[in-house]
DNA sequence: CGCAACATTGAGGGCCCTCAAGAGGTGTGG
DNA sequence: CCACACCTCTTGAGGGCCCTCAATGTTGCG
């Protein structure tokens, strides 16, 4: 996991004397920043720390503050008392891990679950309401981040309706690799959790998983998967 | 279809002058909104009228506008060439057909055909953008309707992932049920729409009616549907 | 080593899709 | 007015995909 990363914004809307390196997670989290929202941020914004295997949050509960995940790895999903967390998204920091619940209507709309020891930024709403009013350009980056969410899900969702679980497959692991310079991925979370996201079972996600090992598409070994034939994944993943 | 409303700013975050009656789509699509905003708006929007069955647009073309339905129905999905259209989101306006699309990539999502005629309201992006710069406050309001966007995504791709058919139909239900006095539902949408936005084929929807009926949980008679057992749907529907 | 957690593999079954036929409704033209 | 085409919804039969359950193999750790 690397610490939290050093970006010069590229900044073709900032004037030129905000065209300085900006300190801290916000550039990952957030894009190209003036320097005077980054500090405003960080005066809004506490940091919480927790261990693996604790509750970041419950579905339903009060939701006052942005998190973001600096660093370390959760699960958001549905936990159900007497069952594991069904996972529906992992996230490796530093990301955004609650946009729209606090913006929304103040609840949060799934659970959450520390999966290593990770530590937290949070970002009282309220307060960056105003601060949104005060600095536009800072408003404007969270309606980009909003909409390609928004653009991410509408995916998925035509995925899980109407595709079946091999292109859901292909198609992620496609996703996986495009902006990748080698064809070898190492998978980052369980496979059961994997499958999760995917919408279905681990079980059918091994099967599927040798199926396309024995057709001659990829290549898997333990958690290395390597692809033989790109172009015929792209092809089982549909349009 | 209602003319396009006329609204009372709430206002409580509006300074005194401003609350006054703001015309046309605005306060339907984005809520209240100063006067100032709304004729911000009105300069850069555009209208544009379809006739029944007319393309809106298609996925992957070019997206430099948001497009909101200001009057008659469309429905989102994805077109195959020599199919229908499988429906993935029904829209009656005045609602926005595509808020997302220009904001992330500037590429549509998805394909969009009207289903009766209709007209729309278009707001070029880059204008859009500066326009939030001078006025945070309409920035503001997108932020809430996009993370409202996500809200709803993120529950109805728990609903794919996690429960079956029968569940998802009773949660609709429920969902179309509450903020209504009487028990009684006036399908707008053909069923086999329906049917397409709950991930299942018309049959199964048909077959899950029946069902419901049988139980006693509901009375259909063609497009009218009355809720008799509130308390099972909402079990069914689960958690 | 023993234990725990995860992944894999197989057998069986249920949910839901596909295909096909029939019923009901609506608009058109003779 | 009726026949006809057309669309939608409904109902049934059959089958495939994927889930569930169970057993086994693998890996990591105390």
């Known amino acids: 996991m690397p610490p939290p990363m050093t970006l010069t914004a590229p900044a073709a809307d900032l004037p030129m004397r905000q065209r300085v390196t900006v300190q801290g997670p916000w550039p990952t989290l957030l894009g190209s920043l003036a320097v005077a929202d980054a500090q405003a941020l960080d005066a809004l914004a ?24 600096t660093d ?17 998204r992992v996230l490796h920091g530093p990301a955004w891990l609650a946009l729209a619940g606090a913006l929304h209507d103040k609840r949060h709309g799934c659970d959450a679950v520390a999966q ?32 390609q969410e928004v653009g991410r899900q509408e995916l998925r969702l035509h995925e899980l309706m109407h595709k079946d679980a091999s292109a859901r497959l292909a198609a992620w692991l496609c996703h996986q690799f495009d902006g990748r310079a080698q064809p070898v991925l190492r998978l980052a979370e369980r496979k059961r959790d994997i499958a999760s996201q995917l919408g279905m079972t681990p079980e059918t996600l091994s099967r599927l998983m040798r199926q396309l090992s024995e057709r001659g598409l990829i290549a898997v070994s333990g958690y290395t998967v390597r692809v033989l034939d790109s172009a015929a994944l792209q092809h089982l993943a549909g349009p």
């Open 46 to 69: 506490s940091s919480r720390s927790l261990a693996e295997g604790e509750i970041v949050f419950r579905r339903g509960t009060a939701a006052d503050s942005l998190v973001a995940l």
């Open 72 to 88: 370390g790895q959760a699960a958001c999903g549905w936990l159900e008392p007497g069952r594991a967390l069904s996972v529906e």
């Open 116 to 147: 290593t020891a990770l530590t937290l930024t949070e970002i009282p709403v309220d307060p960056l309401r105003l601060l949104m009013v005060r600095r536009p350009l800072l408003a404007l980056r969270f309606v980009d981040l909003l909409a």
